[in-house]
């Protein structure tokens, strides 16, 4: 989710007396921010315990604070910022410092020392203690602060409060200015000039001294420990969060069993020495098998990099979820670089120079590609894999380009690896990742991990107008179709006019005649799914929701991913009785739930009707079988029947395709005879009858 400070609603003024200031104020504003500069009087470590549900999310941004204080400390404090920034320059005391916390939630909240010093140490945070020359002589006593999103939004503030726990106890008072507002800007870009000439010893009349330094020098004036304060309840509300985990070790849950396949599939992978494809239907669970092919790999080796590349955002926080059972905590490498880069070359510096056993990334396909992500996993010394989520996409020319051949291991998840009409692609993968290892067919999986199903194919006869506009494509097609494999120019035409025919075909009128026939006769109530061309979706939205009264919504690419997730839910639920979808429910996103399917837009792709199938036949707690309609648009007779006319070559071309997918659902119907005599009369038609 993108973080914008200046979406939060923030008072100009606060008080004690009238603001919760760590709810109103600290703990969005931290929650939200990447970067956090303050100068201020005195400093406590028990306003990081009261604000740990503000400074775990900063910290899990990716955040950095810098903090300017007096050099007046408590003992424990002053002790805990030492020990902090001696474990920056030594390695074995700062992983012996991460050994003590077992998460940093708990840290905060019962050993909030432990949490400072590694805080410190891990860079989260850093400390300068400011004393004053020239001619000033007294204490460093300022309390301002400026907060930073990811958007160069800015907040600044000040006022009375210092940074300690007993300052949400006192009477205190500040002002906030934000950047987004013309009459207020200047306010805070002051503030930060002025934090970044005394954080980098520009002020004549304050002199900034490092942690270490500051040591040396003893400066620091000890004052007694604060007194105890009352611990908040909503701190033992908050979910547990462990963001660092140098010494877990990779294994598989105790509440996971393994089925039959998946220990065969990782089987055939670790004896072709860790490499290949896992070809498994959609629903037989590639994600499990290859987390326990890690697992097995690790076992191995000792010592383990992991790279998981998936195609979606989405896809990224669904991984993580399973590989936190999995005892692994990856950083999350998509969108900004700023909230990951310097984590993860962090960790590939510890785990090149043996500090850490484990270290693992989650990234997006387009992320993966980068320039600055290859650079940085190019420096991985020793042990790695690489698995890669519907890797198919990895064909494409620019992944291609970007393949780590550092990474020795490598395991590729594909229903459909074959790339369609792009045989280089096909072969780069195959070179890359290695062959086949082990299949897991569609059939071998319905009744493993899939439900049974069956399947109705429904004919779709064109309107007058619509046989006309295809004729007349398929005609232009007839007469390139022979050029289009030497002349790349002719290809791309030929491209063209197949994608307007394709359209055509699934766009046509009569379709929402036959839909709505369909669902009179087979009534929706809970856990439909209708799958439809772009240019169809609004109609068949307006006949579903407007005329039959069925509780929907659609589900496209223009929905967010929090509206997404609130969709899916609901449908999970019973709440909405449909989605209306376009493709973007091909691949990685589960809808379990399905009961009925009812595909308006075909394709003979095989990779995206085969994930449309698997998506449907997931299994689900009481769904014991599944139906899918399948309506094809077709010419009325055959608009030309000589076999040697060109046209109807081409037309004969295009049915066998849709045939082959046919096919493909029919066999492992329940009712593959009565599916299959549905398209007989065609099947004769077009002289295809061996299909």
Not at 86 to 109: F, P, S, T, Y
Not at 194 to 222: M, Y
Not at 537 to 546: E, T
């Amino acid at each position: 989710m993108d973080l914008s400070i200046k979406n939060l609603v923030i008072p100009s003024n606060l008080n004690t007396s009238e603001n919760d200031i760590r709810e109103d104020f600290f703990t969005p504003l931290l929650s939200n921010s990447m970067k956090y500069d303050r100068g201020v009087g005195y400093f406590t470590s028990g306003w990081l315990s009261v604000n740990a549900k503000g400074m775990l999310a900063f910290a899990g941004n990716g955040g950095k604070a810098r903090w300017v204080v007096s050099p007046i400390l408590d003992e424990k404090d002053w002790k805990a910022l030492k020990k902090g920034s001696e474990a920056k320059q030594n390695l074995l005391l700062r992983i012996a410092l991460r050994d003590e916390i077992d998460n940093l939630k708990a840290a905060l909240e019962k050993d909030v020392l432990s949490a400072l010093s590694w805080m410190v140490a891990d860079g989260i945070v850093d400390f300068r203690l400011a004393v004053l020359k020239g001619e000033l002589s007294g204490e460093f006593h300022d309390k301002f602060g400026v907060f930073h999103d990811s958007f160069g939004n800015a907040v600044s503030f000040n006022g009375s409060n210092n940074e300690t726990a007993k300052g949400f106890f006192n009477y205190e008072s500040f002002k906030v200015f934000v950047s987004w507002n013309d009459a207020l800007k200047d306010f805070v870009m002051s503030d930060q000039a002025r934090f970044d000439r005394i954080w980098n010893n520009q002020d004549d009349n304050v002199r900034v001294i490092k942690i270490g330094d500051a040591a040396k020098e003893q400066i620091v004036k000890l004052r007694p420990e604060e007194r105890p304060y009352r611990k908040p309840e909503w701190i033992l509300e908050e979910p547990s969060l462990s963001i660092y985990d140098l010494f877990s070790k990779p294994s598989i849950p105790i509440d996971k069993q393994l089925w039959d396949h998946q220990i065969e599939a990782i089987e055939a992978w670790a004896e072709n020495n860790y490499q290949g494809f896992l070809e498994m239907a959609t629903g037989s669970g590639k994600t499990i098998t290859s987390l326990a092919g890690m697992v097995r790999l690790f076992e191995q080796k000792k010592k383990l990099a992991i790279i998981i590349s998936v195609p979606y955002q989405h896809l990224v926080e669904q991984w993580y979820t399973e590989t936190k059972k999995f005892q692994l905590r990856p950083v999350k490498a998509f969108k900004s670089r700023q909230q990951w880069l310097n984590e993860l070359t962090e960790q590939i510096r510890e785990y090149n120079q043996g500090y850490r056993e484990v270290i693992s990334i989650i990234s997006t396909h387009t992320t993966f590609a980068k320039d600055h992500f290859q650079e940085l996993i190019a420096k991985i010394k020793g042990p790695a894999l690489l698995i890669a989520d519907e890797a198919h996409h990895l064909g494409s020319k620019s992944a291609r380009l970007a393949y780590p051949w550092n990474i020795p291991y490598r395991l590729a998840l594909s229903a459909t690896p074959d790339r369609w009409f792009d045989d280089i692609g096909t072969a780069a993968l195959r070179d890359y990742f290695g062959p086949t290892v082990f299949q897991f067919t569609l059939k071998e999986a319905i009744g493993v991990s899939l439900t049974e199903y069956f399947f109705h194919p429904v004919l779709v006869e064109l309107t007058e107008d619509e046989l006309e506009e295809y004729k007349t494509i398929t005609t232009k097609i007839a007469q390139i179709y022979s050029k289009a494999r030497t002349d790349p120019a002719t290809n791309d035409r030929l491209s063209v006019l197949l994608r307007d025919r394709a359209n055509l075909l699934n766009k046509a009128e009569n379709k929402l005649a036959i839909l709505s026939s369909l669902v009179d006769k087979n009534p929706v109530d809970q856990h439909n799914l209708f799958y439809c061309a772009p240019g169809q979706i609004d109609d068949v939205v307006r006949l579903l929701g407007r005329d039959k009264g069925i509780l929907l919504h659609k589900f496209t690419n223009e929905e967010d991913n929090d509206l997404r997730k609130s969709l899916l839910s609901q449908f999970d639920l019973g709440d909405l009785e449909a989605l209306v979808a376009i493709k973007c429910l091909d691949e990685g996103v589960d809808v379990p739930r399905t009961k009925t399917a009812y595909l308006l837009a075909s394709s003979s792709n095989p990779r995206e009707f085969i994930q449309r199938r698997g998506r449907i036949l997931r299994r689900a707690p009481g769904k014991k079988i599944a139906t899918l309609f399948d309506l094809i648009a077709v010419p009325p007779t055959a608009w030309t029947t000589e076999r040697e006319d060109p046209n109807f070559k081409i037309e004969r071309n295009l049915i066998r395709k849709e045939l082959g997918r046919f096919k493909e659902f029919a066999d492992t119907a329940k009712n593959k005879h009565q599916a299959i005599n549905a398209i007989w009369e065609i099947a004769k038609r077009y002289h295809l009858t061996d299909f």
